[in-house]
């Protein structure tokens, strides 16, 4: 199977580098074929495009709308910010997956 890309986009692309890492690690124990990438959000046009779902980090939550509209039809959600506090990678994971799955059954 294809492996799904999920990309995570934050202010600067450092605050989520640990939790991408969380990620990586909870995507390889469980076989969970994803590639889980972090950018600034100025990359959001240049690089959504190819992302299968896209989170945002919490400091970003505002920008929500507008990169609904420069991505249409891409599973875009805000992480939750108690799962991002605790840098909580298989919460997150467990999210972007599902917001994968809902965005294949349209």
Do not use: N, W
Not at 14 to 28: D, G, N, P, Y
Not at 74 to 103: N, W
Request: proline share 6%; with cysteine; aromatic share 6%.
């Amino acid at each position: 199977m294809e492996k799904k890309k999920i990309y995570l986009f934050c202010s600067a692309g450092m605050s989520t580098s640990l939790l991408v890492s969380k990620m990586r690690a909870q995507a390889e124990k469980y076989e969970v074929p994803v590639v889980i990438e972090a950018f600034p959000e100025s990359l959001a046009a240049e690089k959504g495009p190819e992302a299968d779902a896209i989170l945002l980090g919490p400091q970003i939550a505002y920008l929500l709308a507008d990169i609904k509209q420069l991505l249409p039809g891409k599973p875009i959600e805000v992480i939750d910010s108690i799962l991002y506090g605790k840098v909580d990678g298989l919460g997150v994971l467990k999210s972007a997956v599902a917001a994968i799955k809902k965005s294949a059954s349209h």
